[in-house]
């Protein structure tokens, strides 16, 4: 007891010993020390040395040293012609370093290695003649580097890929320096105080810079895009895709000319770019600009080549010319020809979609029908934006829809970790899809086939994953035998068999596509050509009924059909009604849609399916039999 007694008074002694006399420890003197060899002309740290420690509690002895609770946290030092050595390996043993500057100093040669202070918060190099390339892993691994001061050095090269990098960073300053190239795009979501003036960099501001003021930006002879008012040339490599398909279509050995003429001048003016300086180059967009728009009222008479005619108002306008000088790449090709994104110069991204059989029909027709198209919207239908017009070729321009296709959606090769569609998603999708063709139905009361070509591949999904028809009114204009060949209303069993397409045609393709997204299997039959390829799709489907009865019909990346089984089977019965061989047994689109319209993301009665679909044997309680849609495949 007695011995327990001495010792409390001594522990507490201890305690308030080391809160109240906090200080530097030897070591840090040591380093300190160490670091201020290596300086030449050090003369401005004169009590720097071993017999008063750097820190007492907050309070620096040292002079440039700053404190907290007795040790250094950062060092200062300032405007006091410091030159020679910063020795890295010093200043990383200090253990709660956090900022270091030495601005305003004559400090010359390679940055040093700051990344081997790794929780470092705050670089101040400014005001030195610190020189030549930053390696591109000098911020590696910095992750609490937050304010970076680079400026009024000689430094050159490009702005290292690290330092884009940094995940924290919020102050940023680069100016007066020779860096060169492309700006990075940086990673940080908290840039603030961003100044790049007077360097030597081109290329396009990235976009977590295009909402900076645009006077950061002074001094580089060769950036373009916002927040400038210089719109960016074309890259090179993608310029050609676009010119040389348009080239292809013929667009007339005139224009041909020209085109290289444009291409060889903006090649050229590209290399010049930095002596032409911003204005000329924001001079250059605004004629662009100001492409010519044709009045509606005379413009389906003037007989004009190379010229897109827009049948909406509500949209930017350009011409053929700046879509050839569009950055573009090839979406894919379909049936009719390929698709191809044109990213234009004032931002948006079009699909430029060619049409090569659609020939047959006359030019007035043509221009009406697409005068047609552009007077409706629905945010199920992808509205057609614009066209072009030559009798051998079309192009039809829309907009580009991010998310790509269901098919894609479907059937694509997906990440590591990226989910499928699940079930909520998919029903909304498939609601979102007959709304969009009872619409076609209404604005089209006269045509047999509002759609004519619905299949997975032709509904493109946007952001919030909401379905937009394609290709679809198309059948008044595309050539007979081209559309009996391969669009999907000609694969339809009345088509095949009695030569005829009907009301209830589109509706058929709804039912394949239904059956499609529950199951996740593609109908490769679609792509075959032609009438055989009908008794396959008789066979995919048959396949599908079968399959219901062992219960493995539907995708296993729908997610758990815990909730939605009985939603699903109620899909699938709707999705086997609508392919319903016999067209006058089959439902019209107006009953499909309303049945559509019914189904609910969870079963109301949950429990009921969940055990259900559980289990094996799903003959003796199924909802639905082979009787109740007569499904008869060799008929
Ligand atoms: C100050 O340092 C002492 C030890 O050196 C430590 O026990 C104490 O928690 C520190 N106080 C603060 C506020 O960091
Ligand atoms: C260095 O000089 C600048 C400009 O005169 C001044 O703003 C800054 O506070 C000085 N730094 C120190 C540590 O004195
Ligand atoms: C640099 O330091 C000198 C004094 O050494 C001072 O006169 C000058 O204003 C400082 N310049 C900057 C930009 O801080
Ligand atoms: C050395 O530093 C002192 C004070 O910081 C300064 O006045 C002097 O000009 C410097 N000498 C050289 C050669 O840079
Ligand atoms: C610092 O000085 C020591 C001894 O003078 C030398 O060995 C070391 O290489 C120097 N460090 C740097 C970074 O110049
Ligand atoms: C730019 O600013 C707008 C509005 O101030 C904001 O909505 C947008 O998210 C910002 N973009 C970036 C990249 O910071």
Redo the contacts with the bound molecule.
């Keep these: 007891m007695a011995s327990n007694k001495t010792h409390w008074p001594f522990a507490a002694l201890l305690v308030m010993l080391m809160c109240v006399a906090a200080s530097s420890s030897a070591s840090e003197t040591e380093s300190l020390l160490k670091f201020k060899n290596n300086l030449s002309n050090s003369t401005a740290l004169n009590n720097w040395d071993a017999s008063t420690l750097p820190c007492t509690g907050d309070n620096p002895n040292w002079v440039g040293v700053l404190c907290s609770n007795g040790s250094l946290r950062g060092l200062q030092l300032e405007?006091?012609?410091l030159a020679g050595q910063i020795d890295m390996d010093s200043l990383a043993e200090l253990p709660n370093l956090r900022t270091i500057s030495f601005m305003?100093n004559s400090f010359e040669g390679a940055i040093p290695e700051i990344n081997k202070l790794g929780a470092l918060k705050s670089l101040y190099l400014s005001?030195n003649r610190f020189g030549g390339d930053i390696p591109d892993d000098a911020f590696k691994g910095m992750k609490a580097l937050k304010k970076v001061y680079l400026a009024k050095n000689e430094f050159t090269g490009k702005i290292p890929k690290s330092l884009a990098g940094l995940p924290k960073i919020s102050e940023l300053s680069l100016e007066g320096n020779q860096f060169e190239g492309r700006i990075p795009n940086f990673r940080s979501k908290d840039l603030q105080v961003v100044n790049l003036e007077g360097n030597d960099l081109e290329g396009p501001i990235p976009d977590s810079l295009s909402n900076m003021s645009e006077s950061i930006f002074d001094g580089n002879k060769g950036l373009c895009g916002k927040p400038l008012p210089v719109l960016c040339p074309p890259s090179k490599k993608k310029l050609s895709v676009l010119a040389i398909v348009l080239i292809v279509i013929g667009v007339g050995v005139v224009a041909l000319v020209a085109i290289g003429v444009a291409l060889f001048i903006s090649r050229g003016r590209r290399n010049k770019t930095s002596k032409f300086g911003r204005q000329s180059l924001a001079a250059k967009g605004h004629k662009k600009g100001t492409a010519e728009v044709p009045s509606p009222d005379h413009h389906y008479k003037k007989n004009e080549n190379g010229k897109v005619y827009f049948v909406r108002n509500d949209r930017e306008r350009f011409e053929l010319q700046d879509l050839l000088r569009a950055s573009a790449e090839i979406l894919g090709s379909g049936s009719f020809g390929s698709s191809y994104k044109a990213v234009l110069f004032s931002g948006p991204a079009m699909v430029v979609k060619r049409y090569r059989h659609m020939s047959n029909v006359g030019k007035e027709e043509f221009h009406e029908h697409m005068r047609r198209l552009g007077k409706f919207s629905h945010p199920n239908l992808l509205p057609l934006v614009a066209f072009y017009y030559r009798k051998e070729e079309k192009l039809l321009i829309s907009d580009f829809i991010e998310n790509g296709s269901l098919a894609s959606h479907l059937h694509g090769k997906r990440g590591p970790g990226q989910p499928g569609l699940d079930w909520p998603t998919r029903l909304r999708i498939i609601k979102g899809v007959a709304k969009g063709l009872a619409y076609l139905y209404r604005i089209f009361p006269n045509q047999t086939l509002p759609h004519g070509h619905l299949k997975s591949s032709n509904v493109l999904l946007d952001h919030t994953f909401e379905p937009l028809l394609t290709d679809y009114a198309l059948v008044p204009v595309i050539n007979k035998d081209h559309a009996q060949q391969f669009m999907v209303a000609y694969k339809s069993p009345e088509f095949t068999q009695y030569d005829r397409t009907t009301k209830k045609t589109d509706v058929w393709s709804l039912g394949i596509l239904i059956l499609e997204m529950l199951t996740g299997k593609f109908p490769a039959n679609y792509l075959k050509q032609g009438k055989g390829a009908n008794s396959d799709l008789a066979a995919w489907v048959n396949s599908v009924v079968r399959e219901e009865w062992t219960g493995e019909v539907f995708d296993k990346d729908m997610g758990g059909t815990k909730n939605g089984a009985g939603e699903m089977l109620k899909l699938l019965k709707i999705g086997m009604c609508c392919c319903e061989w016999n067209s006058d047994r089959r439902w019209d689109l107006s009953e499909a849609v309303e049945k559509i319209e019914e189904l609910n993301e969870k079963d109301s009665d949950i429990e009921d399916y969940s055990s259900y679909l559980s289990e094996g044997d799903m003959y003796s309680s199924r909802p639905i039999s082979e009787d109740d849609f007569s499904f008869s495949v060799n008929k």
């Design positions: 405007n006091i012609s305003n005001y």
